[in-house]
């Protein structure tokens, strides 16, 4: 009994706390000078605390079993961050914004830089999430597109290790999109490192497989219920959800969908993805050669 009320008081107050407990970590990091360490305390806080949810109150037993996709999903992490980091720091999204900077020292010049910070974040968010909705969307509804994205959809579990699992150009596609709006009207690099960071930490959150409530947090925000529906097999329910941070654009664009019964447990996609990580890779290209010849002939 004692326990059943722990989890029940656990499963509404876990994501608004751990998110909180994100917030105050970082912002620390910040007052401290040292924002990225403040982040990557954050992060492996947050990792470590769902990482113990999922085995105490799982939301499906099912998604703990191994589904042998541990080191593609790690090594899919690992790529996508790793390129879309060399080429945010040598040029990519940094070429981008000196091409813009070189005009005015910042981008336009219409970021409110004097505002104050939460504001400027709250902004950067909503605005860099219109970005977000769009590329995300489009990986759905463009072909050669999905492909890429089909990598992240192909997971039978949700689970916080297959956060990451992007297909490195799916990545970057949608970073570019994202934070672009940004440089352009010239937010500062700590609106973007908020922005960045508050994605890491909601990304995670969302695809946890612990039993968690929200009630009217999920007219707001991307929480796990919602992100479960966006990983249904059944397009209906799959081609939906789309915002990564807050659902705004969702609400705008008539995508946010929500249900008061279970989301199913049988996720994934049609086609069938190659179960090792270089296969992986190349699967998106091959798709995209063999349409292309069909169309030849
Ligand atoms: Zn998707
Ligand atoms: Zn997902």
């Not at 946890?208 to 990983?231: A, D, K, Q």
């Not at 705008?252 to 179960?275: H, L, Q, Y």
């Amino acid at each position: 009994m004692e326990s059943i009320d722990i989890k029940h008081t656990l499963s509404w107050v876990a994501w608004p706390f751990l998110l909180c407990l994100c917030v105050v970590i970082t912002h620390f990091g910040f007052v401290a000078g040292h924002p990225i360490i403040g982040f990557n305390i954050a992060y492996l806080t947050l990792a470590l605390s769902l990482f113990f949810l999922e085995k105490y109150m799982p939301h499906e037993k099912k998604w703990l079993e191994n589904d042998h996709q541990t080191f593609a999903n790690i090594a899919h992490t690992l790529t996508s961050k790793g390129v879309v980091q060399g080429l945010m720091i040598f040029g990519g999204v940094v070429g981008v914004s000196a091409i813009i900077t070189s005009m005015t020292s910042d981008g336009f010049g219409l970021w409110p830089r004097d505002w104050p910070l939460i504001i400027q974040v709250i902004m950067g968010v909503t605005l860099a999430e219109f970005g977000l909705y769009w590329a995300h969307r489009l990986s759905h509804e463009y072909y050669p597109l999905w492909r890429f994205h089909a990598v992240h959809h192909s997971v039978t579990r949700l689970w916080i290790i297959n956060t990451g699992r992007f297909h490195f150009i799916d990545s970057l596609f949608s970073i570019v999109l994202g934070v672009s709006i940004l440089l352009i009207l010239g937010a500062p690099m700590e609106v973007i490192t908020w922005l960045s960071a508050l994605t890491a930490f909601i990304g995670m959150l969302t695809h946890c497989n612990v039993t968690m409530r929200f009630g009217w947090i999920s007219y707001v925000f991307n929480t796990p219920e919602l992100h479960r529906w966006h990983h249904s097999r059944d397009l209906r329910e799959g081609n939906k959800n789309y915002c990564e941070n807050i659902m705004l654009w969702d609400h705008v664009f008539g995508t946010w969908f929500n249900e008061k019964r279970r989301p199913p447990v049988d996720i994934g996609i049609a086609e069938s993805m190659p179960p090792t990580f270089i296969a992986q890779l190349a699967w998106p290209f091959k798709g995209l050669i063999r349409k292309r010849k069909k169309k030849a002939l």
